[in-house]
């Protein structure tokens, strides 16, 4: 009896510092990938909005309006146009879409930041060959671009990401 408990007391201390051990390296690695993940989104920006100079970020909370699947909006400063990121659900949850739209209403260029998507199947959505029909698209771009064979969630799920990204361009731009 004593020996049970014995080991019930040592595999609890053991749990509760490696949650402890864990804790601390999370407080001190937090800001660190936080600070990448903005730096990754900035550069992303000006990749998105060739000839982009600098980048304010609207405040999404207080657009009540927007799809809840924008998470961020980034105006270009000198009105060249927005950089909308929409995280959706493909096949598998945690696909984060970035598109780049004018200030006259069409596509400059799209992509994907993260995703969890089968690379054989659903990862062709990050592909240019895919990814470059968007291009010169406006709102209007539905039956425009070819969806990926075998990969039909991902690629709804995608069309429906850029589809939120121009009701948020609406939404924005007329601010």
């Known amino acids: 009896m004593k020996d049970s408990i014995k080991s019930v007391v040592v595999i609890t201390a053991i749990c509760l510092i490696i949650a402890a051990l864990l804790g601390v390296t999370n407080f001190f690695t937090a800001p660190v990938i936080e600070a990448g993940e903005k730096q990754r989104a900035a550069d992303l920006c000006m990749e998105l909005l060739p000839g982009a100079k600098d980048f304010v970020e609207f405040k999404t909370d207080s657009l009540y309006e927007l799809p809840t699947t924008v998470t961020a909006i980034y105006k270009e400063s000198s009105g060249l146009g927005y950089v909308i990121q929409i995280t959706t659900k493909g096949y ?39 990814t470059s029909q968007y291009i010169g698209l406006d709102s209007s771009f539905a039956d425009k671009v070819d969806g990926v064979s075998g990969a039909t969630i991902t690629s709804t799920a995608y069309e429906k990401a850029i589809a939120d990204a121009f009701a948020a361009f609406e939404i924005v731009s007329a601010q």
């Not at 739209?101 to 998507?117: M, P, R, Y």
Request: proline share 3%; charged share 25%; net charge negative.
């Open 92 to 130: 598998e949850p945690g696909l984060v879409i970035m598109c780049g739209i004018s200030a006259d209403g069409k596509i400059v260029q799209t992509k994907t930041l993260s995703s969890n998507e089968t690379g054989t199947i659903g990862g062709k959505t990050e592909k240019e060959e895919y």
